[in-house]
């Protein structure tokens, strides 16, 4: 594959690989009146890693869809256990650990 690095390639290979191995369910997503200026910007970007644009949208939509959502994230902190500061606040703690480490303010 001419212009493509040795790991561009190998990714390339290893996505068709993976693709044909491990059989999933799929379909299409079409989005509609997407600016010129973001699909160029995609192109790109999907080029420099050596993917086709709809390999690098799947990657960009799989990594935002595995980080939580802040609700998400808010619900599961408010789970945990209420942190004893010993009558400091958090401003306090971290320039303590600023002076700690010569960091003053």
Do not use: N
């Not at 059989?23 to 699909?39: E, G, N, S």
């Not at 980080?67 to 009558?87: F, H, M, N």
Request: hydrophobic share 35%; proline share 6%; aromatic share 4%.
């Amino acid at each position: 594959m001419p212009g493509l690095s040795t790991t561009a390639m190998i990714r390339r290979m290893h996505i068709a690989c993976y693709d044909r191995l491990v059989p999933t369910k799929k379909t299409d997503v079409q989005i509609r009146r997407v600016p010129v200026a973001l699909r160029e910007r995609l192109r790109k970007r999907a080029d420099s890693k050596g993917l086709s644009m709809s390999q690098y949208v799947i990657e960009i939509l799989t990594d935002d869809l595995a980080r939580p959502t802040l609700a998400e994230w808010l619900a599961e902190v408010g789970k945990s256990p209420p942190i004893d500061l010993g009558g400091k606040s958090g401003a306090d703690l971290v320039r303590e650990g600023r002076r700690e480490f010569g960091l003053e303010d």
